[in-house]
């Protein structure tokens, strides 16, 4: 997989939090992961999605680099 998507909503204290939700998706196709990116950030989480960087570079890891986020506000930072 070339993408990885990483959505959390926290609402409440960090101790004792009303809801801590974690959804996760990995894909070749980054059309695909931004289109359940903004679903969910409009569902009011918070979303990261990585590129694994070049596996030529090593075989078989992943450098996982930050590409964009989507806020709930529905901004989106672009950080390629």
Known sequence: ?????HAR?????LGQPQRND????DADD???VEQTAKELAADGYTV???DHGNA???PG????RTILKY???GRLVDLR
């Open 71 to 73: 806020t709930p506000d």
């Open 30 to 32: 980054l059309t695909e």
């Open 48 to 50: 990261w999605i990585y």
């Open 1 to 5: 997989m070339k993408y990885h998507m």
């Open 9 to 13: 909503l926290h609402r409440g204290p």
């Open 61 to 64: 890891g992943s450098n996982y």
């Open 22 to 25: 974690l959804r996760t998706q």
């Open 56 to 58: 030529a570079v090593s």
